[in-house]
């Protein structure tokens, strides 16, 4: 069977120029994913003028159905999964009128909990030296949570998924009852959103070292400052810049040493977490 690549969120943007590249680079099917499907097959046709030739199904990364039907879709049509670029994501403007709370949790409903939903469903699809990004943030640098206590968590190699989980849900928790920031998680939902997809990835990475299926590698990578919707288009770079590293880790080669469970930039170098 073809070898195939998923990249989530993906009709515009960062994820639409990782789809772009892989189109050029990887050695399969590439699937351009959106919660929205006229959106989708219009990035799709986008594509196709510039000779590329991805495929497109519909996926929105918060519905759990959505989610089960691509990966019915893929075990069917390719008996697995070789590349997953977790891409999908939000970001409320500075200017959004919405109160904390609520940010705080759609914000970790999507980017956190959505993306996990998506590891849970896709993960035992991934064949032998598959390839797993999650699209993250320099705003996932742990010094953006103030509390030493809070990090030490955060950093504990130790941390399951379940007490993962209850740190993103207390911080929710605390957003509403406004004790967010004496609590040291400092004022930024989506900061403590890719804080979260970060400290996943590592763990992610742990159970990865133990797993049957030889040489599963996953990375968190950020893509730079980018000029997206999500960045009100005053970021510097373009899409097709800010999807360079996120390629290069999707194709690793067989066997590659480094990076492996790392935080890395967008020029392609590993990141400091703290």
């Excluded at 590249?21 to 699937?31: A, I, Q, R, S």
Aim: aromatic share 8%.
């Amino acid at each position: 069977m073809p070898k195939v690549a998923v990249v989530t969120g993906s009709n515009k943007g960062i994820g639409l120029a990782i789809v772009r590249g892989l189109c050029k680079k990887f050695d399969g099917d590439v699937l351009l994913t959106a919660r929205n499907e006229e959106r989708g097959r219009a990035a799709v046709q986008k594509l196709q003028s510039e000779g590329l030739n991805p495929k497109f199904h519909l996926l929105d990364i918060c519905c759990s159905d959505s989610i089960k039907i691509l990966a019915e879709y893929l075990k069917k049509e390719y008996g697995g999964l070789d590349v997953l670029v977790n891409n999908a994501a939000i970001a409320y403007k500075n200017a959004d009128t919405a109160p904390f709370s609520e940010q705080a949790e759609n914000t970790i409903k999507v980017n956190f909990f959505a993306t996990l939903s998506v590891c849970h469903e896709l993960f035992p699809l991934l064949r032998p030296h598959a390839r797993v990004v999650n699209v993250t943030s320099s705003c996932g640098k742990l010094s953006f949570i103030t509390s030493n206590e809070l990090r030490q968590k955060f950093l504990s190699e130790s941390l399951t998924e379940d007490e993962l989980c209850n740190l993103m849900n207390q911080f929710v928790v605390d957003a509403k009852s406004d004790t967010h920031q004496q609590n040291g998680w400092g004022n930024s939902a989506y900061c403590v959103s890719k804080i979260g997809v970060n400290a996943l990835t590592f763990m992610q990475h742990r159970k990865f070292l133990e797993d049957p299926r030889a040489d599963i590698v996953i990375n968190a990578v950020h893509p730079g400052y980018v000029d997206t919707d999500m960045s009100s288009h005053k970021g510097p770079l373009t899409p097709d810049q800010g999807a360079e590293a996120p390629i290069y880790c999707a194709l690793l080669p067989q066997s590659a040493e480094i990076p492996r469970g790392k935080f890395i930039w967008n020029d392609k170098k590993v990141a400091a977490w703290l």
